[in-house]
């Protein structure tokens, strides 16, 4: 970003009630790409699914860094559409792949993951996501949700008005209608942003965002100028909480040069 700097941090715990992570999240390298995947399947496939998202989504970034036409299966496209083609490709080639794994190997059928990415260009931020693995944006004291999670409950409250005792209640709260490795094609939402300085988005698994309100994670974040310690505590609050699914997220700050 021209004038400006991405800092990062990040975690994943294995919560309170888990015997094994099923989570995973990239931080930057040489690119300013973070992901995190909260695998699901059980029998340990669920993190077969979550780590070969995360692999494939950078080895592919790896593979275009230079020519975006290096196993492109689309027509290229330039500029901006360029970074969120690139984005949303890589996000469907894991799919594929978790898919085809899972139909390869008994133990791994029925195996998927959620993801949320987030690319840091000069102009902006573009996040690509599936399944209820979330993106958030502080500004201004404020925080809002970007991304819509693709989950039974979500499809119920926008259908109909449910009070929040429903809500609270309701019984089937970890379905997810949309995840990687479903079915051989998915779908993926692409939302573009563009960051001023002092924004800081946020990336978790439900493990975070199923555990603490949205106010809460607020008031933690802006409590820590320090973004390893604002991770530290999120992980505390939800393993507070009840620590029930494990724990991934990571804060992505913009800074002055």
Known sequence: MLGRRVRFAGDTDVGMKRQHNEDRLHLPSDERLTIVA???GGH?????????????????????????????PYKLAHGDK????????????????????????TQYRGMGTTVVGALF???????????????????LGAIEQITDDHSLLNDYVKMKRLSPEEIENFPHKNVIVRALGMRETVMVDLHRDRPRIGDVYVLCSDGLSGMIDDPVLLELVQAETDLERAVERLVEAANGAGGNDNISVVLARIEEL
Do not use: C, P
Request: proline share 0%; charged share 30%; aromatic share 8%.
């Open 121 to 139: 260009l000069d102009d902006g931020v573009v996040i690509a996501h599936v399944g209820d693995s979330r993106a958030y944006r502080i500004r």
């Open 44 to 72: 340990a496939s669920g993190e077969i699914a979550s780590e070969l998202a995360v692999t494939t989504i950078v080895e592919y970034f790896e593979d275009t860094r230079d020519d975006y036409q290096v196993t492109w």
């Open 82 to 105: 360029g970074d969120e083609n690139r984005l949303v490709t890589a996000v469907k080639l894991a799919n594929l792949r978790i898919y085809e794994a899972a139909q390869r190997e």
């Open 38 to 40: 909260d695998g699901m």
